[in-house]
């Protein structure tokens, strides 16, 4: 399902400031895996997250997902294999969309999209039926912008958003640090 071979990440080579962030790192995980990563501060983490999602490139080694090397592959690319959830609320959604309109860019993560209708009816009342389970009251709010909503209501729907494609791999960075 997951497979990360010999990677190595070093921001800054070269440089006073060089940090070996990741060393010969080797993990597989396989389906329904649920892995807890810990260490402290600059540990690698986040970096190791970031490496999977193709937000920085690897120095060295592979990352295979569900079978196909995706170590060369953009961001926007993994998209299909993944959902993701960061510490911070605000980076899971766009501010100045409206909820339903976040949770239709969610629904169509890693596909193509024409010009055509953002929303239909069909999908409202499915978004409202995914909302309503979260009982925070947001299933009556699918037109307000996502910036209106406190830092645990946005990260619950950045959850939920994560989700709704099913993803082979959820990433999660310290996700219910802004919920109560």
Same mark, same amino acid.
């Given at each position: 399902?997951?497979e990360?071979?010999? /990677?190595?990440?070093?921001?800054? *080579?070269g440089?006073?400031?060089?940090?070996?962030?990741?060393?010969g @790192?080797?993990?597989? @995980?396989?389906? &329904?895996?649920?892995?807890?990563v810990?260490?402290?501060? &600059?540990?690698?983490?986040?970096?190791?997250?970031n490496?999977?999602? &193709? /937000?920085?490139?690897?120095?060295? $080694?592979?990352i295979?997902?569900?079978?196909?090397?995706?170590t060369?592959?953009?961001?926007?690319k993994?998209?299909?294999y993944?959902?993701?959830?960061? +510490?911070d *609320?605000? !980076? $899971?959604?766009?501010?100045? !969309?409206?909820?339903?309109?976040? !949770?239709? %860019?969610?629904?169509r993560? &890693? +596909?193509?999209? $024409?010009?055509?209708?953002?929303?239909?009816?069909?999908?409202?009342?499915d978004?409202?039926k995914?909302?309503?389970?979260?009982?925070l $009251?947001l299933?009556?709010? %699918?037109?307000a912008?996502? #910036?209106?909503?406190? #830092?645990? +209501?946005? +990260?619950?729907?950045?959850?939920?958003?994560?989700?709704?494609?099913k *993803?082979? @791999? %959820?990433?999660?960075?310290?996700?219910?640090?802004?919920?109560?």
């Amino acid at each position: 399902m997951l497979e990360i071979k010999n /990677v190595y990440k070093t921001f800054n *080579p070269g440089t006073i400031n060089e940090k070996k962030a990741l060393n010969g @790192l080797d993990l597989t @995980l396989n389906n &329904g895996d649920f892995v807890t990563v810990i260490g402290g501060n &600059g540990a690698g983490k986040s970096t190791m997250l970031n490496m999977i999602a &193709g /937000v920085y490139p690897v120095d060295s $080694g592979s990352i295979i997902i569900d079978g196909e090397d995706v170590t060369r592959l953009p961001e926007h690319k993994r998209a299909k294999y993944l959902g993701r959830v960061f +510490q911070d *609320p605000m !980076m $899971g959604t766009a501010a100045d !969309m409206w909820i339903e309109e976040n !949770m239709a %860019l969610a629904s169509r993560r &890693g +596909q193509r999209r $024409g010009l055509k209708w953002a929303i239909n009816k069909s999908e409202r009342e499915d978004f409202k039926k995914m909302l309503s389970e979260l009982d925070l $009251g947001l299933e009556d709010r %699918l037109s307000a912008k996502v #910036g209106l909503l406190s #830092g645990g +209501q946005r +990260q619950a729907l950045t959850l939920l958003m994560a989700v709704m494609k099913k *993803p082979k @791999l %959820l990433l999660l960075d310290e996700h219910t640090a802004a919920l109560d």
